[in-house]
């Protein structure tokens, strides 16, 4: 009868876990949602701060080049390596830049730019703003009569959802240019008749699509990164915890939405 019981009670103690751990992700959801809102409000604000923008734009943009010409390069040419052996086999191996070209335009380019670019803005802005969260730097901006998501979070979200759209599209371009060059060197094609079949398979609403979800994936990361942060507690072990949340929530938030970006592209 006490092992009933005990089990019993067990079941009641993971059900009640279950359903805090529920409200609490409908509580959270609840106050990104209202971040978001804040942030829109601030935009239309006088006072609007152009200049921490354009230096957020240098910091998320600028100094994010270097991880994405790398991821780029190397993605393009594994792309062409291995489609041109899985063409080879219907004597199809010529037309490897059109598999490139349209998987990069379509999908690999923009998710692998903003995976990548995620992990870096995302790890950066919630160490920053959570920084300044546990050392009560933001209760003293509103002290002051400032609004801290105007000073501190639209930059960030207004920088990264411009940023990132820019970097896509450098992304893509080296992405066929790596695969060009691995498709000559392993395969003899040469570079002209590559970008032909480029140029006669990819359209414009392929690149258009894919450069289109970079908005919202920009959008996502700095949103996410700056809840992050504000939410942060428990001195700097928080401010770990904050960033390592960040950058995961990030990264799925990415992959889910690309899925349903995609569909909705889809039936359009």
């Known amino acids: 009868m ?7 009670r067990d079941w009641r103690m993971r059900v ?14 609840g106050q990104f949602t209202l971040l978001a809102g804040q942030t829109a409000r601030a935009a239309a604000r006088p006072r609007f701060p152009w200049l921490e923008t354009a230096r957020q734009m240098e910091a998320i943009g600028a100094r994010s080049t270097t991880i994405v010409v790398i991821t780029a390069l190397f993605t393009g040419m594994v792309l062409a390596l291995q489609t041109g052996i899985a063409l080879a086999r219907f004597g ?27 992990g870096r803005v995302g790890a950066g802005i919630t160490a920053e703003i959570g920084s300044m969260q546990v050392t009560e730097q933001v209760d003293a901006i509103r002290s002051m009569g400032a609004d801290p998501v105007q000073k501190l979070v639209l930059p960030r979200v207004l920088a990264a959802t411009l940023a990132l759209p820019l970097l896509t599209m450098m992304a893509n371009v080296l992405g066929v240019a790596g695969g060009m060059v691995l498709a000559w060197a392993q395969f003899r ?8 079949t480029i140029t006669t398979t990819v359209n414009l609403s392929d690149v258009t699509s894919g450069i289109v979800k970079t908005f919202a994936f920009g959008w996502i990361i700095a949103m996410v990164g700056c809840f992050s942060a504000l939410t942060t507690t428990g001195g700097t072990v928080g401010v770990g915890r904050s960033t390592t949340r960040a950058v995961v929530i990030a990264s799925i938030s990415v992959l889910v939405s690309d899925f349903f970006l995609t569909q909705l592209i889809v039936l359009l």
């Open 2 to 8: 006490s092992t009933v019981l005990g089990q019993r």
């Open 189 to 196: 094609i040469d570079p002209s008749f590559y970008l032909s």
């Open 92 to 118: 199809a191996k010529p037309y490897v830049g059109s598999v490139v070209g349209l998987s990069l335009a379509r999908e690999l380019g923009p998710v692998l730019t903003a995976l990548m670019v995620g």
């Open 16 to 29: 009640a876990s279950l359903g805090d751990r529920v409200l609490e992700a409908v509580d959270a959801f």
